[in-house]
């Protein structure tokens, strides 16, 4: 990828330039500043040359060697891809000229209308053009998608041809005596040259495969489609993008990308050409890496893929990631190692498609158990997770690593349940094999083992201090146990058939079960006698909660309804009707005032809990959703489904925000991670997965003149965005709606950056103007002006909270100042040359420094000592 200092600098470069030929507003390209800044660049060495010619009374014709220059630095732009080399080493040899390089021009190029499926296809003119006779000349050193070590030369003397044949070192073609290299590369090493930049040979490689792809022309002009892509199939093989994967190339892609919003007429048909290579993989298994990559930059252009007929295609280790693919057909498709993340694949037909080690955006698999994983938990400070399967034992992960840390045996049936104590010290575990269990976390061992109930035990949970028990089980009785003593303390009998949970009150004052016998019953933890009696729901009750106050609490049954009921009067609140099959479970909103609701008729349907109100109804599942979670801020919610797939909706809209594939079975429960942008799954594949979720919002930024952004940060809350701009100015935005909120003026020259103070309310900028300034966002008004600077500030960071800041320079010096009085604290010296980036280590005892005099320096802040690499 381009680095973004060098392109800044480019850009700073060609301004004038780019003013002049586009207008305010206009959005600028990579490809666009990389081409002004390349005829700029090659313009000088032109105009070098032409004047050492002229002083040596020799003629010549300026566009022809710039057309030279453009191709030669092509040709090896493309051959250091090919090599996988950045470096082009000059052999000694006899010196030599290959004059056809000097004598090909521009190609020029007419445009012509086509069908419907490719608009608009160019039309070269019947002489030889600069891209044919490049390819003519490519045609030598490529076999069947290789480049070949010998070659024949045709060397040109005196206007005459003579083929000689010659065994020749792959770089030597660049290096002939006072070759065009000696102009447009740097010399890094005896006899060794290189770009100025990665990018720009990736800029010159991307020109060549471009140009590779459109010059190509039918032999006949009268043809219609069907004839066309018949034609064009044969010639796919042959092009360069089918020479290499460039899936480690992000800068050809992007160069190339690029261009297909281009609105040069020169690249009108670069986008249907790039369909037109999938399409010719249906047919052809030596096209595929041509495929894969035309698949990977229509990706990267962010070009709609809905609704294709891929069926057959051939595009393995292509990167669809966050494509747009709904509707599309990969029916008996080889989408081996093709990656899939945050994509939409809705109504996508996968039918026969080979698929092996395709990526949908998981994070590891964490792989152990031998059966289907019935539940996960994180433990209270989020460090740890539990797992527990039908293989009969439970095991305890590291959330950071996914690394398992051990396995708890001793159950020799399906585990029902597991829950961590409060302190997450200890796990409590229920089994089908009536006995409850308590395991130390840190050993792995258990410590307890509680016998008493007669058949399955279907839940347990601690009390708030970790010294009780409460059990249920399909013998129809809840049981207290008292930890230390193992001993059943309690026996709350009244239910008349299996009870299906049981659980405390947020006081832990009481118990509430539920039972097939259709009844839900409350009970006082202290007396074991039974408050009261709830009766209404005509099934099985498969689960109930207390409300987050425990003032109510809401009941779910397979006669399709949720009930909401009063804790002291016993009375019916709400019905919630809606599903219309068995509700499998319900979750509350973070802050208590929705009830989410999933169900095996695949939906799932949000609450307001006050009024019992249908807010949402959430669908896109095609199976039973077995699993639902909110996120911790209740504006998201993740689902889980016999269909395989698990789903993320946004609260408010209701709408699916996104679709992870990738588990072979039912998904049995999920978990948001705490930083929200993972997500924790388990499913009846055996496999525990964790997912990125991390959704890209795009916000356009549109109201004033912004000129060329120079640096972009979200407030310390997330609600604004702050952008500094090569127009002098710094402005603040709404990170929601992309609003304009305020501009602050001052600066005399290019604003290169900007931060917000720890608390949001002030924002710092540093200018090539030498200053630094303060502002009020409020306001909009400076508060303070830091000056001592004597050249363009490059960087600039907090070193404590909010009352210092360090900055380096081209100056060559890093300066400590005091943020309340603007004064200056300290000035370090000691680079020779200018100080382009810096960072502070963790403690903010030091500061390390990069300078262009080659050095690394490491700063001590209390004494301004350094040393140096």
Known sequence: MMEEPFLLRMILTVLPSLMKQHSIGTKISKSQVYEAFNEQWIDIHVKNIVNKLFELRIQTNPKKIKTAFHQ???????????????????????????????????????????????????KMNESD????????????????GKVTKNVSKTIKINDTKTSVTKSLDIWESYFNGESIAKYVLRRVGDNKYQFVHKSCQEYYAAQKIIFDIISWKPDIVTIDNQQFQQQFETHVQKLFINCKLLNEELGIIQFIAERIHDDNPIFVNLKSRLFRIIESSKNNDNVSIAAANAVTILNSANID????????????????????????????????????????????????????????????????????????????????????????????????????????????????????????????????????????????????????????????????????IVSSSDDKTIRIWDVSSREQVKLLEGHSDSVNTVQFSPDYSKIVSCSDDKSIRIWDVSSGTQLQLFEGHSDSVNGVHFTPNGLNIVSYSN?????????????????????????????????????????????????????????????????????????????????????????????????????????????????FFSNEQKILSCSFDGTIRIWDIAVEKKIQLTEGELGVIMSLKFSPDSSKIVSCSANNTIRLWDAQSGRHIQVFKGHSNIVRGALFSFDGSKILSYSNDTTIRIWDILSGKQLQLLKGHSDVIYDMQFLSDDSKLVSCSVDKTIR??????????????????????????PDRSKIVSCSDDETIRVWDVSSGNHFYY
């Open 72 to 122: 030669y630095c092509q040709n090896l732009g493309f051959e250091m891809l090919i090599q996988g080399n950045q470096v082009a080493t000059e052999n000694d040899c006899e010196e030599y000229e290959i004059d056809n390089i000097w004598s090909q021009l521009d190609p020029t190029m007419d445009i012509e209308t086509k069908n419907e499926n490719e608009k608009t296809e160019l």
């Open 129 to 144: 053009t600069f891209v044919s006779k490049t390819q003519s000349f490519w045609k030598k050193y490529v076999r069947n």
């Open 305 to 468: 893929m809905n609704y294709q007929n891929w069926s057959n295609v051939k595009i393995p280790y292509a990167i669809l990631d966050r494509a747009f693919l709904e509707g599309t057909n990969f029916s008996n498709a080889n989408l081996d190692h093709v990656r899939f993340y945050q994509t939409c694949l809705t109504k996508v037909n996968f039918t026969n498609a080979s698929m092996s080690n395709i990526y949908f955006g998981e994070y590891a698999n964490l792989e152990g158990h031998s059966d289907i994983i019935r539940g996960i938990q994180f433990s209270p400070d989020k460090t740890k997770l539990v797992s527990y399967s039908d293989d009969e034992t439970i095991r305890i992960w590291d959330t950071a690593s996914s690394n398992q840390l051990c396995v708890l045996k001793g159950h020799s049936d399906d585990i029902s349940g597991v829950q961590f104590s409060h302190d997450g010290s200890k796990i409590v575990s229920c089994s089908c094999d009536e006995t409850i269990r308590i395991w130390d976390v840190l050993s792995g061992q258990q410590i307890q083992i509680l016998k008493g109930h007669s058949s399955d035990v279907t839940a347990a949970q601690f009390s708030l201090d970790c010294s009780k």
């Open 559 to 671: 006669d399709k309804t949720i009930r909401i009921w009063d804790v002291v009067s016993g009375q019916q609140i709400q019905i919630l009707e809606g599903h219309t099959e068995n509700i499998n479970g319900i979750q509350f909103s973070p802050d208590g005032s929705k009830i989410l609701s999933y169900s095996d008729d695949a939906t799932l349907l949000l609450w307001d809990l006050l009024s019992g109100k249908q807010l949402q109804a959430l669908k896109g599942h095609i199976d039973c959703v077995e699993t639902s979670r909110f996120s911790s801020d209740g504006s998201k919610i993740v689902s889980g489904s016999d269909d395989g797939t698990i789903r993320l909706w946004d609260v408010s809209s209701g709408k699916q925000i996104q679709e992870l594939e990738g588990h072979s079975g039912e998904i049995t429960e999920v978990e």
């Open 816 to 841: 400590i100042w005091d943020i309340s009085s603007g004064g200056q604290i300290q000035l370090l010296e000691g680079h020779s040359d200018e100080i382009n980036s810096m960072q502070i280590s």
